[in-house]
């Protein structure tokens, strides 16, 4: 059974850097084919992809935050972790992780998401 | 990048057939997936590759693609599948790889 949660601060004032963890279990990040990838939700808003790292380690970035998100994976740990810099209150959203499976370009399963808010 | 266009909102009674749509250029030639996002929830993937359903998800959700438009479509609709929708597509080549559509309220009347 795949699972994975969120952990990281509810909240982080502007100009902060934002780093979030996803915890997972059920399957290894060593395992060709698939990927973990990080997608927010701001309030009442649609869905947002931000980053993807596959098993070889290859990453994607959204173009448009490129300059801010960092994302790397610790396999013996089953965690991958996204950093975002310079957080602004238009980041306010709740973040999720979620399993790339190694034959599609979907996301299958996906964590519970944490409500991040950017506030002084 | 590539953009997919879903109408805002879809309305249908119970026991009736609700067809979104998620329009793109040449959409055809690529996978489209779903997910259902209920209020306060993670979203759910109802439908991969275009029309293949995961275990677990009913019969009556069903998925296809042609031409600019993949279609969701929810036979004999219940009140339970009062959700968001969004489509997906992933651009191998593009600089802007994994894109959603801006989702599809659905409000089963």
């Known amino acids: 059974q795949i699972t994975l949660k969120e952990s990281g601060p509810r909240m982080v004032k502007p100009t902060q850097t934002l780093t979030l963890t996803c915890t997972f279990s059920g399957f290894s990040l060593r395992a060709t084919g698939v990927g973990v990838g990080w997608i927010r939700q701001p309030p009442g808003k649609a869905l947002e992809w931000l980053a993807l790292?596959?098993?070889?380690?290859?990453?994607r970035y959204s173009p448009s935050l490129k300059s801010r998100l960092t994302i790397t994976k610790d396999t013996s740990k089953n965690q991958v972790v996204l950093t975002m810099t310079n957080m602004d209150p238009v980041d306010t959203a709740t973040y999720y992780c979620?399993?790339?499976?190694?034959?599609?370009?979907?996301?299958?399963?996906w964590g519970q998401g944490t409500l991040v808010t950017v506030s002084s | 990048s590539y953009v997919l266009t879903q109408p805002p909102s879809v309305s249908v009674a119970p026991g009736q057939t609700a067809r979104i749509t998620c329009g793109g250029n040449?959409?055809?030639?690529?996978?489209v997936h779903w997910y259902q996002q209920k209020p306060g929830q993670a979203p759910v993937l109802v439908v991969y590759?275009?029309?293949v359903r995961p275990s677990g998800i009913p019969e009556r959700i069903s998925g296809s693609n042609s031409g600019n438009t993949a279609t969701l479509t929810i036979s004999r609709v219940e009140a339970g599948d009062e959700a968001d929708y969004y489509c997906?597509?992933?651009?191998?080549?593009?600089?802007?790889?994994?894109?959603f559509g801006g989702g599809t309220k659905l409000t089963v009347l």
């Open positions: 590759d275009d029309r």
């Open positions: 997906q597509v992933w651009e191998s080549n593009s600089d802007h790889p994994m894109v």
């Open positions: 040449n959409i055809e030639s690529k996978s």
């Open positions: 790292i596959y098993w070889n380690d290859d990453k």
């Open positions: 979620a399993h790339r499976p190694r034959l599609y370009n979907s996301l299958d399963y």
